[in-house]
């Protein structure tokens, strides 16, 4: 078995973190390490982490608030594993999912994978809306159609070679995913749902115009996209993040 490394970012989620964890723990895959990245978390997410014993789990702890991004860069900086796979502190996997997506990879040969996922509410509970999602994106499809979920990435670096997060606020993962896809691969889904994404309250309009301001600049400032693309690939963008709400 090759080794996973899990990235997971952390800011006072000591309500979720222990769901999430166990969830990690659940994994019929067993070669793999939890690096938790702690954004100088003021709640118990600390004392939650503490309370599992067990040696693959890696509790990181930042001096200081730096943003998700950084944070996530942390544990990529220290991470081993060949596989790296992302999963944040309030978000679950289902017990296959490490299991069935490094097998999906090894069969095909693929480099950056991901899957389909469901929506639950911030208690747990399933909403009833499963996010289906497309059977490969290149670059520019990704561009239009940001479907891919965090949570369900997984990447070889052994093809991908090493990488960081862009350091910006939001839509960091967006900018990573087009990065390596600028390195000539294209993304694979593996249908099957893996994951659940959990719709916290902390969400609000402010929240999402703000990531809206970062998709357009990660197309203008960070790809050189032109004025007239990005507006094309913006409103793509706008419209299919509206259809995963509905």
Known sequence: MELVSIIMPAY??????????????????TQWELLIADDCSTDNTADVVASFNDQRIHYLRNNKNIGAAETRNEALRIAKGRYIAFLDADDLWMPTKLDHQIAFMQKYGYAFTFTDYQIINEDGSLTGKTLKMPSSL????????????????VTDRKQTGDFLMPDIRSSHDMALWLQIMKRGFTAYSLPECLGSYRLVSTSNTAKKWKAAKDVWRVYR????????????CFCSYAWHAILKRL
């Open 12 to 29: 006072n989620c000591g309500r979720f973190i222990a769901e999430s964890i166990r969830s990690v723990l659940s994994q019929t895959y």
């Open 138 to 153: 290149t670059y520019r499809q990704y561009c239009c159609n940001t479907a891919i979920g965090c949570l369900t990435v």
């Open 221 to 232: 400032k960070l790809e050189g996209i032109d004025v007239i693309n990005a507006s094309f």
